[in-house]
């Protein structure tokens, strides 16, 4: 059983939804990273977050330690933001980064 | 536009070839790290250099062989490769590596998609 767990494993919406992506863990974590990967391959770090919330233009990340859970939210989706959105976390015993598998996010027009 | 670069973008060898992938960062960083990204799978840590240093081997097999002769170069030797070992390979950069709790922000380059014949 992976330590990271993601859900949904696949998300269609229509332009203009609010997203939701869950990611739940099970180690003690010192941080937990949010990723973003474009078909072709590209990654790009959308956030890094140890606590609390953070915001860049439409998308908000947000943690919880005591829960063990966090959250990607993009509001008004654009289907730009189609991709495979990844969490990390930074922790565990032997104090590594574990990926989820990835929510493949299909936003269409 | 991330500034970290890889060559090949694509590469098809047989088992029995030795090829190199190659990364290159101009962020000034100090640590970088080797990924594997199978279908299916969630990405894999293979290696990790800090200033120059491998601080990071996670259980790769030997026919993987990693270099890095400055801090903004690394390279990934292949070598009697297995056609599972067909992926994506990704190259990361960050300005430190995580000790102290401390996690930096992690950039990554397009990757190189290997196909083992």
């Known amino acids: 059983k992976n330590e990271v767990e993601q859900s949904p494993q696949n998300l269609t919406a229509q332009e203009g939804e609010f997203i939701t992506i869950n990611c739940s863990y099970s180690?003690?974590?010192?941080?937990l990273h949010w990723l973003q990967q474009h078909p072709g391959g590209g990654i790009v770090s959308l956030f890094m977050?140890?606590?609390g919330k953070k915001k860049h233009g439409r998308l908000i990340a947000t943690i919880n330690i005591q829960e063990k859970h966090s959250s990607l939210h993009i509001t008004a989706s654009h289907p730009r933001d189609s991709a495979v959105y990844i969490c990390?976390?930074?922790?565990?015993?032997?104090?590594?980064?574990?990926f989820g598998k990835g929510t493949l996010l299909t936003v269409n027009p | 536009e991330t500034g970290v670069t890889q060559t090949p973008r694509h590469l098809v060898m047989g088992m029995t070839n030795k090829k190199s992938l190659k990364c290159e960062q101009h962020?000034?960083?100090?640590?970088m790290y080797w990924y594997k990204q199978s279908a299916k799978k969630p990405l894999e840590l293979m290696f990790v250099?800090?200033?120059?240093?491998?601080?990071e081997n996670n259980s790769v097999p030997s026919r993987f062989s990693p270099e890095c002769p400055n801090s903004s170069h690394l390279f990934l030797h292949l070598h009697t490769l297995q056609p599972e070992d067909s992926a994506l390979y990704l190259c990361?950069?960050?300005?430190?590596?995580?000790?102290?709790?401390?996690?930096?922000?992690?950039?990554f380059g397009p990757g190189t998609r290997l196909t083992v014949t």
């Open positions: 990361a950069s960050s300005q430190g590596y995580w000790t102290g709790g401390l996690s930096y922000e992690q950039y």
């Open positions: 180690v003690g974590i010192s941080a």
């Open positions: 977050l140890s606590s």
């Open positions: 990390a976390v930074l922790g565990g015993s032997n104090y590594k980064l574990t």
């Open positions: 962020l000034g960083h100090n640590a």
């Open positions: 250099y800090s200033l120059e240093e491998r601080v």
